[in-house]
């Protein structure tokens, strides 16, 4: 449901806003502003001096694929139907499986089998239908 919202949103909002650039800058400038606030009330004190100190490279390298891969996504949505897009973004699911198997030593097993199965029947049947 969360993905499907998020999505529509999104689409919507690239479309409206003729720009996919300004709207997801908006949308992460939006996001900037209420992340401090909702660390504050979880009394998460210490999380900007721990990225500060810790994970500088994470940050800026995490950040700036984010915001290139989210480019990449709402510029899709101002040129192909909403659904075709937003399934083709979730497809995503088996190169984070594919890179849990292959870097992180997971192991596959048939839960895993069976959603990529799934993912490749949905994107095939995009194309088809």
Do not use: C
Not at 30 to 35: D, E, G, H, Q, R
Not at 68 to 89: D, E
Not at 95 to 123: R, Y
């Amino acid at each position: 449901m969360f993905i499907g919202l998020y999505s529509i949103i999104d689409g919507y909002g690239a479309r409206v806003s003729l720009s996919a650039i300004s709207y997801m800058s908006w949308v992460f400038i939006l996001s900037a502003a209420m992340f401090p606030i909702l660390l504050k009330i979880q009394k998460h004190d210490n999380i900007f001096r721990n990225v500060i100190n810790e994970g500088k490279s994470i940050f800026w390298i995490g950040g700036s694929l984010s915001y290139l891969v989210y480019g990449v996504v709402v510029w899709g949505f101002t040129k192909a139907p909403i659904p075709m897009v937003s399934a083709l973004r979730e497809s995503s699911i088996v190169f984070a499986i594919f890179i849990g198997f292959f870097f992180l030593d997971e192991k596959i097993n048939l839960a895993k089998i069976i959603s990529i199965t799934l993912i490749f029947v949905g994107v095939v049947g995009l194309k088809i239908f």
